[in-house]
């Protein structure tokens, strides 16, 4: 299929979202889209889909211009679109998602279990995408919600054209390289492939054609070969520095130190294993392993939002694992949420109280148990302009913000006061390129005035951009501490396991890792760009 | 190159690890001493229960001294209780809590009829069990094409009221029952389309309409049967034959010992209702509409976008609904052969919800429900009717509601809604 998109504009109200966008997608090719957050790229692919309705211009399928009213009309035309939110039914099994719309029935409108299973079956080999069509869609790993959504896709009567909305935004390393390879085959057999992203590495990995789109307009037409720093100041619209300057650490005394920590989670599992691991003043240490090895647990504990079954957690010296949260936070711990919608923000609070939620009941904030609403606003006006947070104004709700104005409002608040120690967990996840360089250089500031540092990323260039010392976690242990000029090749043999002792075989997941040898281990964490600006999403909201 | 990636997986309960289960093995543990305590100090060894077949073998009687079967039957729940402190299996783990509750149930009724000149007529309260499980079926099967179409509907309670006046209304006009039985479904639809719109159409809160239409039908057909209490001929009582079966030759079948009475002896009222049970289950979960209402009901936005009309659904499903539910209001009238009186329901509308609940939004666990609601119902009234039971008539009516409780809390634990389930969905959304 041939797509052709000439001057596609979408207003909302007075405000532009698309402004007169030309693209071509040629047959068999996969065409990049790259763009900052709130750049206009998802109502672009709302219009194709059929979602929103164009205020002007016009969409051509090979050549022929065409109207859709709903996702039907798309779907029928040969569109399948991956959403950024997965939209897959939950309790619904693999088979009955696929088939939702469309279903296969004997007549009468009763279903035919086995006519839905065999459509899945055969388009999960006609395109190599391994499948259970009677899996349960809520208790497949990420990864494989995602195959069963492309599954999806492609199982329209004629899918020639495939939208991927951020596709790898809630992928592990292994994940993403995984999806990447599924695109190119997709691509050899002849599928159109749309990719919406802003990882920049993924799409000098995959695409044949970059458009490049700021404030609802296409500035740049690129190649796939054209730099990082080149895609990146072309999104961003300035000149974009990917690397981060600091000088070497000057480590003090311990600061965070933690032996034997052992958390089992409700299912029985160990999610952390005996884990030992010290942080000192004025370094930052990057804790690195694949996704779901412990590290939200890890930082769960330190914070205490779970308590540990055995091990012990000191902060300066003194033990802290039997205090609440909120002593840790009163002995100055930090602390940057993986996931900012569950444990970061009070999304339907104003980013003002957001701002002030960890010192609400002290001075100056509040005054004899009443909180002092001008000194709270007074600060969140400071802390807008100092971090840079665009919001409409302090009593916005902060659901309104953009992903990565949510994260630099938590930033904000836990920058806010005098901390020993700072455990930062993806603290760049789902934001952009701009912001994403804001809070590397705030780190490292954060660092040079003393504090120790724990930064937990799953993204391994962050890792190397950022830490004086690298923490390998896997199966819920430090598998191995080594510098900052340690090959990328040894630590990802390291993410995987393969270094470690082999008596340690109990946990469940290990089989999955065996499939991957140590090389494409590295290479699958390559992949993944962490200098990428991301958009409006992280891994725990999607709605579902 | 496709690896499954696993490392995200969200761990699963193992089913068959063992586990101890100490606040559920305390409750019971204490539950078989005080059973059996209680036996023991108020007991007689002369109190015997007696059992009979009342409706088919009238010589048949089982007499069991009642001392002995309510300690035996503590003994089970302490054997129970024994097991959960010392570890079960998880899936096992239900079984021991439903012999548990069986158990007491048994102790419970052995003593309730243990008084001289009392005898557990086992048919008849069977059937009767049956019977009054009706309108919790009725109910808890409109909450259930409601509510797995996401949306709640809390006005089963005003939509039995309009199907009960408006099924005797028609019943008396026409002096048809079967033109009674269409005019209190076409009564209950019409007033869950007035949900169905404003939930849709409008967005409102769906508690608060369901709230609202109670009180309204609650208020109409109190006012109404005012009105018509002045005019002859308006409400007077219609019923139904009391052996459906008989009608179609069937009729021997009600001779059969015990299932005789339970399952043949009945009104139209119950054989509808048991296949309705099968025909919702079937539609919801092996045919294209069920479907897609189950999708409506979980993920609006996906079901949206592989081109499902989200609302219409969920307008044509509530409607739906309330023609079950609008039956349902007949059963107070015309299948009990009873003229309509004011809030003639009695909140059995609510139970109905919390059967609903309890069946966990599927019609076979209604139907488990409803049958369990029906039975305590039953021995609340049995036990009322021939009074002189050793337990109060106003605190055997609390019976049902307390089974409530100890099913809700005991056996079902967390159940899981709908997940869109009183969500509107504005197509807007993301």
């Known amino acids: 299929m041939r797509l052709e998109l000439k001057g596609l504009t979408k207003k909302f109200g007075s405000f532009t979202a698309d402004d007169d966008i030309d693209l071509v997608v040629e047959p068999g090719q996969i065409h990049a889209v790259l763009g900052e957050n709130g750049a206009g790229k998802s109502t672009l692919m709302n219009m194709l889909y059929g979602i929103l309705k164009p205020t002007s211009g016009e969409i051509l399928i090979d050549g022929e211009p065409v109207a859709f009213s709903g996702p039907g009309d798309a779907i029928a035309a040969g569109i399948g679109m991956v959403h950024q939110h997965f939209k897959l039914v939950g309790p619904f099994s693999v088979a009955d998602n696929v088939q939702l719309g469309r279903e296969h029935t004997r007549g009468a409108g009763v279903l035919s279990a086995r006519a839905a299973r065999q459509a899945v079956r055969d388009v999960s080999e006609q395109y190599g995408l391994r499948l259970d069509p009677d899996a349960i869609c809520e208790d497949l790993p990420v990864g494989v919600q995602q195959r069963v959504e492309i599954v999806k896709a492609l199982s329209g009567p004629s899918t020639e054209l495939l939208i991927l909305d951020e596709p790898t935004a809630v992928l592990t390393p292994a994940e993403i390289s995984e999806l990447l390879d599924i695109m190119r085959s997709l691509a050899e057999s002849g599928t159109s492939i749309l ?105 769960r504990a330190v914070l205490g939002l779970v308590r540990p079954d055995a091990g012990t957690i000191a902060i300066d010296g003194r033990r802290a694992d039997r205090t609440s949260p909120a002593q840790r936070i009163e002995r100055g711990l930090g602390y940057i949420p993986e996931d900012r919608a569950r444990d970061g923000l009070i999304t339907e609070f104003t980013v003002a109280e957001n701002i002030v939620l960890n010192q609400y009941r002290e001075a100056p904030y509040a005054k004899n148990g009443v909180v002092d609403a001008a000194a709270v606003r007074k600060r969140a006006e400071d802390s807008i302009a100092e971090f840079d947070i665009r919001t409409q104004g302090p009593a916005e709700p902060a659901a309104s913000l953009s992903g990565g104005n949510q994260q630099k409002v938590v930033i904000a608040r836990e920058f806010s006061r005098p901390r020993r120690v700072l455990v930062a967990a993806q603290p760049t996840r789902g934001v952009d ?20 540092v724990l930064l937990i990323s799953s993204e391994l260039d962050e890792i190397y951009a950022l830490a004086d010392r690298i923490a390998v976690i896997y199966n819920g242990r430090i598998v191995g501490e080594v510098g900052p000029e340690t090959p990328r090749e040894v630590i990802g043999r390291l993410m995987v396991g393969a270094e470690a002792p082999s008596t340690e075989a109990e946990s469940a997941d290990i089989e999955a890792f065996d499939a991957e040898s140590p090389a494409s281990g590295g290479t699958a964490s390559g992949g993944t760009a962490a200098e990428g600006p991301d958009e409006e999403t992280n891994g725990g909201d999607r709605d579902h | 190159m496709a690896t499954d990636t696993q490392a995200a ?88 809590a ?54 709640i509907n809390i006005g089963i309670e005003g939509q039995f009221l309009m199907g009960a006046f408006t099924g005797v209304l028609i019943a008396n006009i026409t002096g048809n029952v079967y033109a009674g ?31 609202i239409l109670n009180l309204l039908a609650l208020g109409f057909t109190s006012f109404m049967y005012d009105q018509l209490k002045k005019t002859e001929g308006y409400n007077s009582a219609y019923g139904v034959p009391s052996n459906a079966l008989d009608g179609i030759g069937l009729g021997f079948l009600a001779d059969i010992p015990v299932i005789g009475p339970v399952l043949f002896d009945q009104n139209l009222f119950v054989y509808v209702g048991l296949i309705l049970v099968f025909v919702v289950w079937f539609l919801l979960f092996r045919t294209r509409w069920g479907l897609r209402t189950r999708s409506v009901g979980e993920h609006p936005a996906a079901a949206d976008s592989m081109g499902v009309a989200v609302n219409r659904l969920r307008f044509w499903n509530v409607t739906a609904a309330g023609l079950i539910s609008g039956f349902g209001g007949a059963f107070f009238t015309l299948a009990n052969s009873l003229a309509f009186t004011k809030n003639m329901t009695a909140g059995l509308g609510f139970v109905a919800l919390a059967v609903m609940i309890v069946g966990r939004w599927n019609p076979l666990g209604v139907l488990a429900g409803a ?12 036990l009322d009717a021939a009074g002189n039971s050793i337990v109060p008539g106003p605190f055997l009516q609390m019976l049902p509601y307390a089974v409530t409780l100890v099913v809700v809390a005991g056996l079902i634990g967390k159940a899981k809604a709908p997940a869109a389930d009183g969500v509107p969905y504005n197509p807007g959304d993301k």
């Not at chain 1, 190649?223 to 003090?252: C, H, I, N, Q, Y």
């Not at chain 2, 069977?126 to 949306?151: H, K, M, Q, T, Y």
């Not at chain 2, 049958?371 to 049995?382: D, N, P, T």
């Open chain 1, 433 to 452: 390129v701009g912001a994403t360089e804001f809070i590397h250089s705030r780190l490292v500031t954060e660092r040079d005035t003393g504090t120790a």
């Open chain 1, 195 to 299: 990719f919406i992203s802003h990882k920049l590495k993924e799409v000098q990995a995959v695409a044949d054609t970059v458009t490049v789109i700021r404030r609802g307009k296409v500035v740049a037409e690129l190649e796939p070969t054209a730099s990082e720093t080149e895609m990146a100041s072309a999104m961003v619209g300035r000149e974009v520095t990917l690397t981060v300057d600091k000088a070497p650490a000057e480590p003090g005394e311990p600061r965070l130190e933690i032996e034997g920590l052992m958390v089992v989670d409700e299912a029985g599992v160990k999610a952390l294993d005996g884990l030992d691991l010290t942080v000192r003043a004025g370094e930052i240490v990057g804790l690195a392993g694949v996704e779901g090895n412990g590290q939200t647990e890890l930082a």
């Open chain 2, 98 to 151: 439903a012999i548990a509750l069986v158990a007491i149930v048994i102790a419970l009724v052995s003593w309730s009829v243990s008084e001289p000149g009392m005898v557990f007529r086992t048919e008849s309260i069977l059937a009767g069990a049956v019977f009054l499980s009706l309108p919790f079926i009725f109910g808890a099967l409109s909450g259930v094409v409601c509510e797995r179409s996401g949306v």
């Open chain 2, 9 to 96: 997986a969200p761990s699963h309960v193992d089913e068959s690890a063992v586990v101890r289960k100490r606040g559920a093995g305390i409750a019971y543990g204490i539950i078989g001493l005080l059973l059996g305590a209680a036996a023991l100090a108020f007991l007689g060894s002369g109190d015997e229960t007696v059992f009979t077949l009342d409706r088919t073998l009238s010589g048949a009687r089982w007499t069991v001294p009642t001392r002995a079967a309510v300690i035996v039957m503590a003994l089970v729940v302490l054997a129970c209780a024994a097991w959960m402190l010392a570890g079960i299996r998880r899936r096992l783990f239900k079984l021991a």
């Open chain 2, 181 to 211: 039985m269409l005019g209190s479904m076409a009564a209950g639809a019409l007033s869950t389309m007035l949900l169905a719109l404003l939930a849709t159409k409008y967005q409102v809160n769906q508690v608060v309409v369901g709230v």
């Open chain 2, 371 to 382: 049958l369990i609601f029906g039975f305590a119902s039953q021995m609340a009234e049995y």
